[in-house]
């Protein structure tokens, strides 16, 4: 029986491998449908049609988490690392009989790389749906509060 | 120190045949004085006419340094101004677009100005009478630029007056923007969203010269463009049909031999365009409906010959980048002598399916956003070269490759893809661009 706990757990366990860089099992999170999307507008609709900073699929996904590996991935030289400061995710919605799951979660998320650190805040929705008895990601979607600026590179996944 | 100030000779012996000095990428001062000569001199690319779609409807942008603000009048006639009051200077529009209504104010003290940057009204006006303000420069309103061209609706502005025209100034190299407005069935384009931005901690001409660097992308993009490809065979199992991403991300890893034949054109004034007989974005799936569409509007041949035109990058110097067959215009923006803010604009072919649309978007967010990993290989490089070139073992950076002796500068040619000629042909027009007003140039010359 998913509750809002499993639902909770689920985004602390992700935010925790995404921190501690256990790449493959952040992926085997995502349903193979599943989507990562940061939006470049306020409250935006769609993806596809307006500009996005990232709309990736389970293969650009896999791709992004290869290439961190890299030999000759030389932006990775020296490697980033990450931290995601969570607040206690809100239950958007949690339905079993109509396998809806989603929560939105207010971030704080740093990532350093040699001597230097930039630090993001947002906003994490997830749409999630139940596989046997756990929790896979349909949608992660990633709003910053500051989606307009310039930034430079954000090389891992907030 | 005043090394470079007023010494025209001293700038234009920082570059050479085959090789730049570091100054050029480095130096603060040469920094100052490319906004002051460089950006002033030359025809500067301020925003799309779409953008100013109805009366009242501004945009604003900077020329170097100099904060300037476009705006659509009620005639219909659209006019650049300096961005700045004539009373305080206070900036008259500080967001990047938007709509002032029947004319603008200032917040500070509530002096107007009419669209056409006349001057409209100042509050208690009889403070002024007997002033002799009819005589003042701010009587005059928004300084107007006058060197403002709309062309096919790209907007350009040209702060000095030194005698090249628009129409010398981009020569032939205009048919880049024309083959990519030729593109929309309705031969119209239109901006219909924010572009990406992304900062870069390099100088901005180590973006502009790598727009038609052909032999990086099999090197630096191995990472990103060649891990795409592996993951994609890995993982294609039974599928037959190339996914749109990977369609955009497979051409970065075509081998030498690709980009030596697909040729670069160089024009004069420091523009060129590499994939002359063909580029990375010839073989993308034809999308539903388009051929059509293309044929309907400009008949078979002419059709053809508009979509058969596939040119890869295209430099408009000094600091813009026009890729027609995408849509996209990329702004390298000068912060300073080591920052560069990139604004990459996508184009919405008027007319054309909404799939060419996502396409381009896509690719603009593969490669050219904060985000994207092909970014992030190109930033690497740039950034390592802007601390490598803090070395005094070798102050000059070489820009050698296929070089002939005698080589002309300000000419139209095609040649080999692989060749650095491009680079040398942006950097002849830089040393022009900025010695064209350096008084000790006039001096010499007596």
């Known amino acids: ?53 990232m709309y990736e699929d389970l293969l650009l996904l896999k791709v992004r ?16 690392r990450c931290h995601h400061l969570l607040q206690a995710p809100q239950i958007v919605a949690c339905d079993p009989e109509a396998g809806l799951f989603k929560a939105r979660t207010s971030y704080i998320y740093t990532e350093t790389r040699g001597d230097l650190l930039e630090r993001f805040s947002g906003w994490a929705s997830h749409d999630l749906v139940q596989i046997g008895d756990g929790l896979k990601i349909k949608l992660k979607r990633v709003d910053l509060v500051n989606f307009d600026a310039p930034f430079g590179n954000i090389q891992l996944f907030m | 120190m005043d090394r470079y100030r007023n010494n025209a000779f001293a700038v234009e012996a920082l ?36 953008q100013l779609s109805k009366p009242g409807d501004f945009i604003t942008a900077n020329i170097g340094r100099q904060p300037v603000l476009a705006s659509r ?42 669209t056409d940057g006349s001057l409209l009204a100042i509050p208690l006006r009889k403070g002024y009478e007997g002033t002799g303000f009819g005589d003042a420069q701010a009587n005059e309103g928004l300084s107007k630029i006058r060197n403002v061209v709309v062309y096919r609706d790209f907007i350009f502005a040209q702060l000095n007056d030194n005698g090249v025209s628009f129409a010398d100034y981009f020569g032939e190299s205009l048919s880049t923007i024309d083959n990519m407005v030729d593109r929309s069935p309705e031969g119209k384009l239109a901006v219909v969203a924010a572009p990406i931005r992304y900062m870069h901690t390099c100088n901005w001409k180590m973006l502009v010269e790598n727009q038609t660097d052909t032999c990086h992308p099999m090197v630096a993009h191995e990472s990103s463009a060649g891990t795409a490809v592996k993951v994609w065979k890995r993982e294609q199992g039974a599928s037959t049909e190339t996914p749109m991403a990977v369609q955009l991300y497979g051409p970065f890893m075509s081998p030498y031999e690709f980009y030596e034949q697909s040729g670069i054109r160089i024009w ?23 051929l059509g569409q293309m044929v309907a509007a400009y008949g078979e041949t002419r059709a053809h010959e508009i979509l ?71 930033l690497e490089m740039y950034e390592r070269a802007q601390e490598g070139l803090k070395s005094n073992g070798n102050q000059w950076v070489n820009l050698q490759r296929l070089y002939e002796a005698g080589e002309q500068a300000d000419v139209t040619a095609v040649i080999n893809g692989t060749s650095e000629r491009q680079m040398r042909n942006q950097f002849h027009a830089w040393a022009k661009f900025m010695t064209i007003d350096m008084d000790s140039h006039v001096e010499a010359a007596e």
């Open chain 2, 308 to 378: 058969g035109d596939v040119r890869h990058n295209t430099v408009y110097f000094p600091n813009i980048m026009v890729k027609g067959a995408v849509a996209i215009l990329r702004n390298f923006i000068p912060i300073a002598v080591d920052k560069t803010l990139v604004e990459s604009w996508v184009y919405r072919l008027v007319g054309a399916p909404d799939k060419l649309y996502e396409r381009a978007l896509m690719y603009n967010r593969f490669i050219n956003a904060p985000t994207s990993i092909v970014g992030h290989d190109d």
């Open chain 2, 268 to 290: 004069p004034n420091g523009h060129g365009h590499t994939g002359v007989a063909n580029s990375i974005h010839s073989n993308y799936s034809d999308i539903e409906g388009y």
């Open chain 2, 73 to 114: 009048h009620t005639d219909g006639a659209i006019h650049v101004f300096y961005n700045r009051c004539p009373h305080k200077g206070v900036k008259i529009a500080s967001e990047p677009c938007g709509n002032t209504g029947k004319f603008f104010r200032c917040p500070y003290h509530a002096w107007s100005f009419k």
């Open chain 1, 1 to 53: 029986m998913i509750t809002e706990k499993t639902i909770t757990d689920f985004i602390y366990r992700e935010a925790d491998l995404l921190d501690t860089m256990q790449w493959q099992a952040w992926l085997d999170l995502f349903h193979p449908e599943g989507r990562y999307w940061m939006p470049l507008e306020w409250q935006q609709q769609d993806p596809v049609l307006q500009p996005s900073l």
């Open chain 1, 65 to 80: 988490v290869e290439r961190l590996a890299g030999e000759r991935t030389f932006s990775q030289k020296p490697k980033s």
């Open chain 2, 15 to 50: 570059v050479r045949d085959t090789e730049v000095h570091r100054d050029v990428y480095v130096d603060p001062e040469i920094f100052e004085l490319e906004m002051e000569h460089l950006f002033p001199n030359s025809w500067i690319y301020i925003g799309h006419a779409s």
